[in-house]
């Protein structure tokens, strides 16, 4: 098997860890610490 798999930065959402590769995920800092979140989750976070 010749896959070739290209290195993809790969990010997953803290919440319902779906990955940037099925959703746009974005990256935001809670309390100093780096944290993702996919555009699914994003309006529970803005909603607290
Ligand atoms: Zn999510």
Redesign the pocket.
Known sequence: MADVKKVALELE??????TSEL?P?LTYVHQGEEKY??????PMLIHG
């Open positions: 959402c803290a919440n319902c860890g779906t959703t995920v979140i996919c555009m699914h989750c994003l």
